[in-house]
Each structure stands twice: as structure tokens, then as C-alpha cells.
């Protein structure tokens, strides 16, 4: 069997540089910074100053966890082949040449994201040394999520297959992989065509419920002292921004002023214990979570008033206390007025008198009993779906689904291209209740979108206030961003988005297959396909939820492609109805910490049978000679053993190992820590279909364990890592050593406790014989505090 180059060398060091650069969440000075880095001329990179090109896929749908493009083809590519081939073939190969030609020439970031592999010279050397052509390899992704994997490999020339488990991943993928490579620049066109007429028809039919010149509203949740009835605007904290901040002044009537200021105010009501607040007008204490529920009991008390056609304003307003409006000039506040409280209540008007029109497209379903990620706001009175939004978001949402929909309908004559057009739309419609809910908060100068709260705590919540955006003169545009053109700077719309993938895939769409399915069948689901490359970056441990979370998207999703459901959009996941409310669960493979609704599932065990039940089936499906690649990182070690004893289980053993960059580096900042505590790298574990050695001696274990923890050191020391990681890492691969052999007398979990014992003592020895950087200095230069 000829051994890959992946089992040889990697370029740890560049990819994880650009895998740094592409993931930076605001990336602008690690692209400058870049530019430098490959002698970019400071002219060209003061004529493009902040103004890069920038479409990513990230910008077309959220989804958790994606990795980075520049690893995820760097991987396949180095799986595919053979070890002969030297780094300077590989770096054109990947494309790594063409970077400073593609930000000069086309102001793009220079990553490897926006330059394409050199196809041709795959092609060349396939022939040479496996004889056979790129589309003759078949490389899988039997967890696709996001989809970087398969796209990239697509991009490489190869036949790809992207699965998911999760029909909002399976939407992405479609709209990411398919629906692009299929149609190409004709699609581009069609779609942004649609987006603009989605966008006039919101101004006509929306727009007389905004002001026309504003960019959003800071929304106070208001409640009532169940005391003395005063009338409490809850505030996060009284600051907008650097400069600006909110004073309020409470009197005698039990009523309150709101003015803004330069200067830092307090707020008046703030207790000194956490989580109380203490009544303005009566001093009492009201727990912060008491007051969530008594807002929340308003909130729904009004939709459903509204929907029985009753409206009383004075409750309105002073349950959704519309503070300031931020306008169009930059920087700009201001309190909002008689004006912006009418134009509210006229939204609110018309949701009563177009309920009946306007069910049919709502999300009016219960978020389920065993949605985990939604249980606080749960536990603070919401029920159903659509009870996540003021009625200003309902009508808007209800309204721009219904018109969606009715395109749908009128697009299902042009089958799966008009499939795709409808998609996209699906997208956008999606961002904008990712915008425009009462889980949206305001931070320091722009509005986080609902998913925020998740991003840092894994549960959706709500807290003191909320945003709104200016949906049809503001929030559209930027959402679609139908005016995008590659002189400019990007937003993060999806018509760029759309157009860049377009481009880069168009024509290749016979080579790419996308499933809804488990992959505990992949090999049923693939029949009799047997792959080369199966390229995997599974669910770590407990790290998301991915069901619960997508499954506000789904909402929208299902109203709104229902023509296409069971058409175009197909699931062949057992025991699921593609058209129920409920994402499935029950076959996702992750450990829930509360497992109070299930039933003797997702705990570590389950996770570690499912995981083996998962790799069998790769194995399956798997040629001979093929490849495993599976992505994994977790600061327990626990979890590294799930991992390595389900290989075990599916007859796998471990080539190499290498560490990655694949985070976004952002997530220090939120932690607040200097990174020495996070891990930031992901281990890509290299498997073969297993050879064992047999009979092994101890001390042949301990040299084979050594073996690999110094390769790991090795390929650790090309990167600045944390000490954490340090320690987590070569613990790991220790472990992963004993994949290799088999002992006599000894069961696999005797053996991996033996690895780690071997890892213990010699961890010190190896840190003490040469020093690898523990900080993470050049971390720093791609974080960027918010202002
Ligand atoms: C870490 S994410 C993949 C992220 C992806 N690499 C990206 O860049 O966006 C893991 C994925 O596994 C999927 N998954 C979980 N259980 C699965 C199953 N039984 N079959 C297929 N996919 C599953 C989840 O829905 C999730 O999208
Ligand atoms: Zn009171």
C-alpha cells in the first residue's frame, strides 16, 4: 500500500497561519498584516486599505462550528497523494502560489479560500503516480455540516459526497455545493435578481412601518412593579457606545424619562446582589429572572391579544419601551419618539387585522419539551416559536414568508433551479429572524444577532433589552447585498456569497452528491460506492447541540420550501418526516450534559458506541487502501479516549497525527483569558484500516508511544501553542499510539491507561529537552477588541 503524504509531512505551519487569518472574525488587520508577510507592494495595500473583497461561506447561513476552507482542502489533497510528491509540488498544488496574485489582482484577502488548487497539475501528477484522474477519486464527508470539507474538495477536482444529519446543514449544503456547481454564473444572476425584487416588494409593503433613515431600535423589555405598578425599562448596562449613554429619571406618577448623555450614567435601580434589581419608585428587590417572566407573560399576553383582534397601546408601549434609535449617520443616537412609537403601533395594527392571512405562515408550532438550548427561555414563559418575536418582527417575518413561499410556488415550474433561487431566499429570510428577535441583544455600537447568546453560553437566553433592525430600508440590503461588486468591500450579504461560489465551481456540479441521512449507514446510503478519502470532522463530545439550535431555523425553513419538500428536498433518515416541525434528534451523536428527557441516551457511553457504530461503517465503506481522516479536539481526555477507543472498536489504527489551527482565535477574547487555557488547535487523526502488530512487548509500546508523542512535539513546536494544548495533545496521541498494537492479556482501555501513564512520565522529560513557546503572542495579532 503506497503511504500518503498526509502520513509523511504537512505544512502545519502555513495552513494554520491561513486557517488563522481566514477564521479571524474581524480579520481586516491579519489580512494587512499578511499582505506583508508575502511582499505584497504598501502601495497596492494602502490602494485597497480596508476595502477586501471578502465573500465567505460563513455569510450565507450561520451554522456552528464551521472549520476552515485552506485546512479542509490542504487535508484531502494530502490524503489523496502519495508521499513522493515534495513540498514545493504541493504548495502549487494547493494553491498557496496564486495568493498574492488573487488579493492584488482581485482585492481579496490573501487566503487560500480565494484562490482555486492548480487543477491541472493534480491532474498531472494523479496520472503519474496513481494513474487515475481527479474525478476518479472519491473522497466523503459523512458529517458535512457547513460544508468546508466537501466543497474544498470538490474545488480539488475530486467527486464528493456531503452528508448531514441535520436538515438545516442539509440546506446549507445544497445551497453552498450543489445548487452552485450545478448552474454556476446563470444562477448568480437569477438569484440576485430575486433578491432585489424581494427587497423593493418589503419597501412597498413594509416600509411604512420604519423610519427610512435609521439603522435599528434598542428595545427595553418594560414591566410593572408587582408592587406599586411603576413602570420599569429593564437596561442591560446605560451605555450605547464609547461615547453615548442613557440617563433615566424616574418621578413621582410612577413614570420615567430617558435622555442621553456623553457622560457615564449608573443605573438607578441596580442592586448590589447579582441577577436583582431594585424597584426605582418602592425599593423592593425583583430578582432579574422574575422579571424576565413577568415581561415575558405581557409579551405573550399581547400577541395573543393581537390575534384575537384586541389592541391596547398603553400596554404595548410600555412592554416593548423603544429607547434609541440609532441612525443612519455614524455614531449616531437617539431617543426614540412620538414618530417611532406610532409607526409601532401601526405595525402592531396590522398584524391584528392580517393574523388570519398572515397563520398560515407563522411559525406557530412549541418548541419542543426536549429542546435543551431553549430551556431558559422556556423556564421565562415562551412556548411556541413564534412567541420569539415582538409583533413588528411577526408581521415582518410572517410577511416575507408568505411572500417566499408564494415564489416558491411560482418558481417549483423551474424545477431544481428554481429550487435554488427559492433557497437562497429561504437564507435570507432566516437571517433576518437571526436579526429581528427578542433574543437579539445590543453590544457597544451593533446588534447581535440571536444565535449570539448561544455563541457564548451554549443556551439561547434573553436579558434586559433587544433590537431591532430597519428590515426593509437597512437590514435586507444588507442581508442579500444585491449591489456587491468585487471593487468593494464586502458586508457579509449572500449574493456575493452566491456569485463567488458560482465562479469558483460552476460546471463541476456532476461531480458532488449531497444527503440528508445518518451516517450510522453510511455504508447503505453510499451502496455500493466504496470512497478514498473519508474526510470527517464529527461533533465533539458536548461541544454544540447542533438539533436543538438549528431548529429555530427550520421554522422558517419548512414554511417556507413546503412546494419542495419531498421533491427537491429529501431526507432518508428513518423514524423522520422531512415536513415535521421537530428537527431529529435522536440519532445525533453528542453527549448531552442533561439527559433529564432521555431515555439512557447521549451520555458518554452512547456517544462512544455510536461513534464505533460510525466508524464500522466507515470502514465499510472505505476502499482497502483508503483514508480516514477525522478531525477532533476536547480539553478532556476523557473524550480523546471515546474517540480512540470507538477506532479501536472499528478495527482503525492511527498513522500520524497532526495539530491544526481550525477556531475562531476570537473566542480567547470572549473568554477573557490570554489563551493559555483554550485550545485552539484541532488534532487531525490520520487512520488506516488496521494492521495490527501482534505480541508486542511493553517496552516496544513505550518506544512506539514515544514515536509518536515526539512527531507531535515536533509538528506542536511549528506552532505557537498553549501549554494546555501542550500537555492535551501528546496525552491524546500517546493514546491514539495504542491503535497500533495488541498485547497480550490486555483489553484496549488496560492499554490506553498504560499510554497514559507512559505520557505522564515522560511529558516532563520531553518539555524540559526542548522548549516549545507557551504563549500565544502571535494569537494576538489577529484578535481585534471591539471598540
Ligand atoms: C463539527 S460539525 C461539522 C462542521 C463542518 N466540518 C463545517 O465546517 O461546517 C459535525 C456535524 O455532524 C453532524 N452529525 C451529528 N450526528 C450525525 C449523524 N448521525 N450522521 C450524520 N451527521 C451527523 C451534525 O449535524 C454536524 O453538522
Ligand atoms: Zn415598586
Not at 285 to 303: F, G, M, N, Q, R
Not at 700 to 717: G, N, Q, R, T
Amino acid at each position: 500500500m503506497k503511504m500518503a503524504l498526509i502520513e509523511k509531512w504537512f505544512p502545519v505551519r502555513e495552513i494554520s497561519r491561513d486557517a488563522a487569518i481566514e477564521m479571524a472574525y474581524k480579520a481586516i488587520p491579519a489580512y494587512i498584516k499578511h499582505c506583508r508577510e508575502l511582499k505584497i507592494s504598501e502601495k497596492r495595500i494602502k490602494e485597497i486599505g480596508r476595502e477586501f473583497y471578502d465573500p465567505k461561506i460563513r455569510s450565507l447561513h450561520p451554522w456552528f462550528a464551521r472549520r476552515p476552507c485552506s485546512v479542509s482542502r490542504a487535508l484531502t489533497l494530502s490524503a489523496v497523494l502519495p508521499s513522493e510528491v515534495d513540498k514545493n509540488t504541493f504548495m502549487k498544488a494547493v494553491g498557496w502560489d496564486s495568493k498574492s496574485k488573487a488579493c492584488i489582482m482581485g482585492g481579496y484577502p490573501p487566503i487560500l479560500f480565494y484562490v482555486d488548487p492548480d487543477r491541472n497539475l493534480i491532474h498531472q501528477i494523479l496520472i503519474k503516480y496513481l494513474g487515475k484522474k481527479p474525478k476518479e477519486i472519491i473522497v466523503c464527508d459523512p458529517m458535512a455540516g457547513g460544508g468546508s470539507i466537501p466543497l474544498e474538495s470538490l474545488r480539488l477536482g475530486f467527486k464528493s459526497i456531503a452528508i448531514d444529519y441535520n436538515p438545516v446543514a442539509y440546506l446549507i449544503l445544497k445551497g453552498t455545493i450543489e445548487y452552485p456547481s450545478l448552474f454556476g454564473d446563470k444562477l448568480a444572476k437569477l438569484a440576485n435578481e430575486e433578491f432585489k425584487r424581494l427587497i423593493s416588494y418589503s419597501k412597498d409593503v413594509l416600509g411604512k412601518f420604519y423610519p427610512d433613515d435609521s439603522e435599528g431600535y434598542i428595545i427595553a423589555r418594560g414591566i410593572k412593579c408587582q408592587k406599586c405598578g411603576g413602570k420599569i425599562p429593564l437596561l442591560r448596562t446605560t451605555q450605547i457606545n464609547s461615547n453615548t449613554y442613557i440617563s433615566l429619571h424616574f418621578n413621582s406618577e410612577k413614570e420615567f424619562e430617558v435622555n442621553l448623555t456623553r457622560y457615564p450614567t449608573k443605573l438607578p435601580y441596580e442592586s448590589e446582589k447579582r441577577g436583582e434589581i431594585i424597584c426605582p419608585y418602592c425599593n423592593i428587590p425583583i430578582s432579574k429572572k422574575e422579571a424576565y417572566k413577568i415581561w415575558t407573560k405581557t409579551h405573550v399576553e399581547i400577541l395573543n391579544e393581537l390575534k384575537r383582534g384586541v389592541i391596547n397601546e398603553e400596554k404595548i408601549l410600555s412592554t416593548y419601551v423603544l429607547l434609541v434609535r440609532q441612525t443612519k449617520e455614524k455614531e449616531k443616537y437617539i431617543i426614540c419618539n412620538e414618530n417611532d412609537n406610532y409607526l409601532f403601533l401601526e405595525a402592531c395594527k396590522t398584524l391584528m387585522e392580517s393574523f388570519k392571512e398572515l397563520e398560515k405562515y407563522l411559525p406557530l408550532d412549541k418548541i419542543p419539551d426536549n429542546n435543551e438550548v431553549f430551556s431558559n427561555v422556556k423556564e421565562y414563559g415562551i412556548k411556541y416559536w413564534y412567541e420569539l418575536f415582538n409583533p413588528r418582527q411577526l408581521l415582518v417575518i410572517g410577511t416575507l414568508i408568505k411572500y417566499a413561499r408564494e415564489r416558491c410556488e411560482e418558481l417549483l415550474s423551474q424545477g431544481k433551479l428554481g429550487a435554488a433561487i427559492s433557497l437562497y431566499l429561504a437564507f435570507g429570510i432566516s437571517k433576518v429572524a437571526d436579526y429581528n428577535s427578542i433574543l437579539t441583544s445590543w453590544k457597544q455600537g451593533t446588534i447581535r444577532d440571536s444565535m449570539g447568546s448561544y455563541a457564548q453560553s451554549r443556551k439561547i437566553t434573553y436579558s434586559e433589552w433587544f433590537c431591532e433592525a430597519i428590515v426593509p430600508y437597512r437590514n435586507l440590503n444588507w442581508i442579500f447585498e444585491p449591489d456587491a461588486s468585487s471593487k468593494r468591500k464586502t458586508e457579509g450579504g449572500i449574493y456575493p456569497v452566491v456569485d463567488e461560489l458560482c465562479k469558483r465551481i460552476g460546471g463541476l456540479g456532476k461531480n458532488a452528491v449531497i444527503i440528508n441521512g445518518d451516517s450510522r449507514s453510511l455504508s447503505s446510503l453510499l451502496g455500493n460506492t466504496k470512497v478514498d478519502v473519508i474526510n470527517v470532522d464529527p461533533p465533539y463530545f458536548d461541544t454544540h447541540i447542533y438539533s436543538d439550535i438549528s431548529e429555530y431555523f427550520w421554522q422558517i425553513f419548512r414554511i417556507i420550501l413546503e412546494p419542495y419538500i419531498g421533491k427537491e428536498f429529501v431526507s432518508t433518515i428513518n423514524g423522520w418526516n422531512i415536513r415535521s416541525a421537530q428537527v431529529p434528534r435522536e440519532g445525533e451523536i453528542i453527549v448531552r450534559k442533561n439527559r433529564k428527557n432521555s431515555k439512557n441516551i447521549f451520555d458518554k457511553e452512547w456517544y462512544t458506541e455510536q461513534m464505533s457504530i460510525f466508524l464500522k461503517e466507515c470502514y465499510k465503506t472505505l476502499k482497502d487502501e483508503g483514508v480516514l481522516l477525522v478531525w477532533f479536539t476536547h480539553k478532556s481526555l476523557d473524550a480523546w479516549e471515546t474517540v480512540i477507543s470507538a477506532l479501536c472498536n472499528a478495527e482503525f489504527y492511527v498513522t500520524r497525527i497532526w495539530p491544526v489551527t481550525s477556531e475562531l482565535l476570537t473566542r480567547l477574547v470572549t473568554k477573557g483569558g490570554n489563551g493559555d487555557s483554550t485550545l485552539n488547535r484541532t488534532l487531525i487523526i490520520v487512520a488506516r484500516k488496521r494492521k495490527i502488530v501482534k505480541d508486542v512487548k511493553e517496552n516496544e509500546l513505550k518506544d512506539h508511544v514515544i514515536k509518536m508523542m515526539k512527531e507531535m512535539y515536533d509538528a506542536l513546536s511549528e506552532l505557537d501553542v498553549t501549554e494546555v494544548e501542550i500537555n492535551t495533545f501528546l496525552q491524546a496521541v500517546a493514546m491514539c499510539a495504542v491503535t497500533r498494537v495488541e498485547m497480550e492479556g490486555k483489553n484496549i482501555q488496560e492499554l490506553i491507561s498504560q499510554a497514559k501513564g507512559i505520557a505522564r512520565e515522560y511529558i516532563p522529560k520531553l518539555l524540559k529537552e526542548r522548549y516549545i513557546k507557551k504563549k500565544n503572542t502571535n494569537l494576538r495579532d489577529f484578535l481585534v477588541f471591539d471598540i
